[in-house]
């Protein structure tokens, strides 16, 4: 079984911290993911990586950065914590070979930012 | 760019009954997946059936099956023999070239029983 694991389940920070989620994957994927989940908007793209030291722009990069220094652990960095990055984070990996492949996604950090 | 709407934000249904849940989408791609994930409470998304564009059968995995209108941009889920296991937040998605995913805005799903 393909398994996604992130750091964290829940997490409270303060207004102007770094905030650090990380996330692994045991399936040797070349691609990895960071989307937020908020009420009513479904997932939303925030980056992605499709191999080691890359990384792309999804939808809403902004107040966020990654870091893939190995293939298994993709991690995102809020540089400033603000109040409206309180979100659901959900991170996947998939393997690029083919369109139709499904993603696999980890259990979800829930940020609250005071 | 593709969009997913889900009209539908909380359904209800009885156990053992049929639900079915609406999605549209748009996209520009000839070539795309289709997807419904499921995320249950505090629990990991996972995937519950796909659908490939060029196929006109509409796909079915054991209850739950899909009504796939490719010229009506239409995704619809059917669950028969709802179960209290159902109970989750449903999430219709389009995969474009890139593997990257679209998602919807989510339906809330409640089985009653």
């Known amino acids: 079984d393909v398994k996604v694991t992130q750091s964290s389940r829940y997490l409270v920070k303060r207004t102007g911290e770094k905030v650090f989620l990380e996330c692994v994957q045991d399936m040797d994927h070349e691609n990895m993911f960071w989307y937020r989940q908020d009420p009513g908007l479904g997932l939303r793209l925030i980056y992605f990586s499709y191999d080691v030291k890359m990384k792309e722009k999804g939808d809403i990069p902004e107040g966020y950065s990654v870091s893939r220094e190995k293939k298994e652990r993709f991690s995102l960095i809020l540089e400033s914590a603000s109040t409206n990055q309180t979100s659901m984070y959900l991170c996947a990996s998939s393997s690029p070979r083919q369109l139709q492949e499904t993603q696999y996604f980890g259990p979800g950090t829930r940020l609250l930012v005071l | 760019a593709q969009t997913v709407t889900q009209s539908q934000p909380e359904m209800s249904v009885q156990e053992a009954e049929t639900v079915t849940l609406s999605c549209t989408y748009d996209?520009?791609?000839?070539?795309?997946?289709l997807f419904w994930y499921k995320q249950p409470p505090s629990r990991q998304m996972i995937l519950v059936i796909r659908q490939e564009a060029y196929k006109q059968q509409n796909a079915t995995e054991n209850r739950f099956s899909v009504n796939f209108q490719k010229a009506a941009k239409s995704f619809s889920l059917k669950i028969s023999d709802s179960q209290l296991g159902d109970a989750a937040m449903y999430f219709c998605v389009i995969n474009n070239a890139g593997n990257m995913l679209t998602f919807g805005g989510g339906t809330r799903l409640m089985v009653k029983p």
């Open positions: 996209t520009s791609e000839s070539d795309y997946y």
